[in-house]
């Protein structure tokens, strides 16, 4: 049987919500369409928190051609697996935030008993020959829970966010078990070359590990391939969808033709730049006072995590610069930033894509950031926008023709927006043709097939199944 023809089993936090109006979580917008494609499964947290969870069976349902398992949390466990470990220490951790990481004892060791639960729930549903591909930073012990309960599939796991220098993630308390949970899956995905390399020079001064022949490292008595698979969009799909949402017009009210307009999309998170990219378009405004009167930021940024602290400080924080952005240079007739605090659905996001001049994508630290490669396939290929993006972003490893820049440098990005804002329409042109070529060719079915091939490359080394099977006894 080749890696083709195998049922995929995809393991992630949350599964999507085939029946929401639409989706603003990057993992369920590249994944849907790549599971319907191999039948499988799709295994995960139903997001319910019940009491008597842990005597609830997994649910499991058809939807649309694909079988969706789920199992509820019960409300410690979702405290200290979710809110707690995977998202107060590892989500600010792995985005190189050490300063915002809350990483308690207790959480931690909830944070590997959910592994064990979604094991223990996994275990009925797969198959010998199953691929199983594992799905972000919630879940990293399951490759090893899946092991020690005789599981003799193949198992990948591929992490969405950056995977930060070694000595940022030998910071995590607890870091030796996470890496040595890594190094239980036949293949880790990393979204670029740097997170690749950052992965192995840990695993080399922490785990005492060592390259073996390609992408192949051995460590702590264990093998796996650790490559890069840039994930991408339906790139062909996102161009027809904005070619024929511009033609039912603009969708902005209408300010006059020399008015333009930025947009930035973000989940409202911390590691999105969005202060930053708010003062570095005041300093636009104070710096290039021909702008004044010409330009708009139109922000969408639907709120995630709110029960935590820190995401409702950043909410304050953005919500302040606004406020003070357009009472500062706002005027009856023209409003700098109209800022969106919830999810406008995927139509009305196109088109808003498509009518902007300037794509403002300025994460401090992402693992790649797909909004980046919507705004170039939205764009008109004759008369297209500029994308301006962070160094930081993952993205940037592929997307070298966007102004690249510094997100915490606001000189630097204020110049850059004069620069997207000026830019003339045949290096506009010259730009985006390239940028569209690699989004075109890297797309969300090359990512998906790219990390399904190397399944079948990587050996599944006997000896280890036969040592952890021998453990679990
Ligand atoms: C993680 C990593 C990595 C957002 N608002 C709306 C909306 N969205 C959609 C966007 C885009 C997706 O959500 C966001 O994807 P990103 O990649 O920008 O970011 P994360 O959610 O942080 O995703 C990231 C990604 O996983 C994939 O591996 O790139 O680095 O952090 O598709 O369009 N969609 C709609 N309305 C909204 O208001 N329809």
Redesign the pocket.
């Known amino acids: 049987m080749t890696a083709k023809t195998r049922r995929l089993v995809v393991v992630s936090n949350r599964v999507a919500d085939f029946g929401a109006k ?6 369920a ?2 994944l849907g369409d790549a599971l319907k494609a191999s039948q499988g499964v799709w295994f995960g947290w139903s997001g319910d928190v019940t009491d008597d969870a842990l005597r609830t069976p997994p649910k499991v349902e058809s939807i649309s051609g694909l079988t969706v398992a789920t199992i509820d949390l019960t409300p410690q466990e979702a405290e200290g697996y979710y809110y707690g470990y995977a998202n107060r220490c590892l989500w600010p951790s792995l985005h190189y935030r050490l300063d915002l990481a809350q990483c308690n004892e207790e959480h931690n060791e909830t944070y590997f008993n959910v592994s064990a639960r979604f094991a223990d729930a996994l275990m009925p549903l797969v198959g010998s020959d199953d691929l199983i591909w594992v799905h972000d930073y919630h879940l990293i012990p399951l490759a090893e829970e899946l092991r020690g309960r005789g599981c003799t599939s193949r198992i990948g796991f591929f992490l ?2 950056p995977f930060p220098s070694p000595e940022i993630f030998a910071a995590i308390p607890g870091q030796k078990r996470l890496g040595n949970a890594l190094m239980v899956y036949d293949v880790v995905g990393f ?1 670029t070359c740097s997170d690749r390399d950052n992965f192995r020079r840990y695993v080399a001064a922490s785990l005492d590990g060592e390259p073996l022949h390609g992408d192949r490292m051995a460590a702590q008595g264990e093998t796996t391939t650790a490559s890069v698979f840039p ?1 991408g969009i339906d790139a062909t799909a996102f161009r027809k969808l904005a070619e024929a949402e511009s033609s039912k017009g603009p969708i902005l009210p209408d300010l006059g033709e020399d008015v333009k307009t930025i947009i930035g ?3 409202l ?1 911390y590691t999105k730049g969005l202060p930053e990219r708010l003062r570095a378009f005041e300093q636009l405004l104070e710096e290039f006072p021909e702008h004044r009167g010409k330009v708009r930021l139109v922000q ?1 940024a ?1 709120p995630t995590r709110e029960i935590l602290p820190v995401y409702q400080e950043i909410r304050e924080d953005v919500e302040r610069l606004v406020g003070r952005i357009n009472g500062r240079f706002g005027d009856l007739r023209w409003t700098p930033v109209t800022y969106i605090h919830h ?4 139509d009305i ?1 196109t088109r808003l894509y498509r009518e902007a001049a300037v794509g403002l994508v300025t994460p401090l630290r ?6 980046a490669k ?1 705004y170039i396939a939205a764009q008109a290929p004759q008369d297209p926008g500029v994308l301006v993006l962070s160094r930081f972003a ?1 993205a940037a490893e592929q997307l070298r023709e966007a102004l690249l820049i510094n997100p915490h440098d606001i000189n630097e990005m204020a110049r850059a927006l004069d620069r997207a804002l000026t830019m003339p329409r045949q290096e506009r042109w010259a730009r985006h043709n390239r940028l569209w070529q690699r989004i075109e060719t890297y797309d969300l079915a090359n990512w998906r097939d790219s990390f399904i091939q190397s399944f079948a490359e990587s050996d599944t080394d006997p000896v280890k199944l036969f040592s952890k099977k021998l453990g679990a006894a």
């Open positions: 639409f989706q603003t979580g990057g993992l917008v590249a969405h966010t979204q994930i999309v973000d989940r998170d969408i639907p999810g406008v659905p995927q996001l992402d693992g790649m950031n797909l909004v919507e993952g």
